[in-house]
C-alpha cells in the first residue's frame, strides 16, 4: 500500500453532503472520494494558474494595449475576413 499523508481541510455543509454523496454513490470512503477529485483536477488548476502567471509576466514585460484598440483590432480583423469570404464566394 502506498504511504499517506493526512490533511485537514473545512469545507461548507452543503459540500460535505456532495461529498458525502458522492463517496456512497461511488461506493468509496470520503477519503478516497477526495483523493480521486483532487488527483483528477490538481493538474488543471496547477496549469491555468500557470497561464496566469504567464499573462500578468507577459503583460508586464510587453506592455498591453487599451480595451479600446483592441476592440478596433478586432473589428477591423472581422471586417477584412468577411471582405475575404464575400471575393472567396
Do not use: C, W
Not at 481541510?9 to 459540500?15: G, I, N, S, W, Y
Not at 458522492?22 to 497561464?51: C, P
Not at 514585460?61 to 477584412?80: D, F, S
Amino acid at each position: 500500500m502506498k504511504k499517506s499523508v493526512t490533511i485537514t481541510a473545512r469545507v461548507t455543509p452543503a459540500l460535505d453532503r456532495k461529498l458525502t454523496a458522492f463517496a456512497k454513490s461511488s461506493k468509496r470512503t470520503k477519503s478516497q472520494a477526495i483523493e480521486i477529485i483532487l488527483g483528477n483536477h490538481i493538474d488543471y488548476e496547477m496549469d491555468f494558474v500557470e497561464a496566469v502567471l504567464e499573462g500578468i509576466r507577459s503583460a508586464e514585460e510587453e506592455g498591453t494595449i487599451p480595451h479600446e484598440e483592441a476592440l478596433r483590432q478586432i473589428r477591423a480583423h472581422i471586417v477584412k475576413r468577411k471582405r475575404e469570404k464575400r471575393k472567396a464566394a
